[in-house]
């Protein structure tokens, strides 16, 4: 089986990934901090949107994957994938200045959690059904 969708999503992630982790190498440069946070909050905040990518990305995209790999319809795989895309990169955006935009943080973690829901549930259902 070939996946058509999940991978776009992994690749997006992906480059966002990549793009916080260049925002925390930034400013370890920039605050001469090799290990930790220096004491810089603007460092915290890049260290933790940085680490919370990394801590809810592989689980959204294992359960993406697994949603495609159970033939579930691509638009419904796509929903999901974008929610999980949209909740990363809106957390992620939240953690660029000094002290999380809870005015975007809040609605990141809101499409993180309701993806991880429905995917959870639709597979419970397709394995149990």
């Known amino acids: 089986m070939t996946l058509a969708v999940t991978p776009i999503y992994a690749a997006l992630l992906a480059l966002l ?4 982790s260049a ?10 901090a090799s290990l930790g946070d220096a004491g810089e909050a ?34 419904a795989v796509h929903a999901l994938g ?3 895309l949209a909740g990363r990169t809106l957390h992620a955006l939240a953690f ?3 002290t999380p935009d809870h005015r ?5 973690m809101v499409l993180t959690f309701a993806m991880l829901v429905f ?4 597979l419970l259902g397709h394995a149990l059904l």
């Open 42 to 75: 603007e460092m915290v905040t890049r260290i933790r949107g940085h680490a919370n990518l990394a801590e809810y990305a592989p689980m959204g995209l294992i359960l993406l994957l697994l949603v495609e790999l159970q033939g579930a319809p691509a638009i």
């Open 119 to 122: 995917s959870a549930l639709g």
């Open 23 to 32: 925002r925390v190498i930034a400013g370890r440069y920039k605050f001469k």
């Open 104 to 108: 975007l943080r809040g609605p990141g």
């Open 82 to 84: 974008l929610m999980l």
């Open 17 to 20: 990934y990549v793009w916080l």
């Open 96 to 98: 660029l200045g000094t």
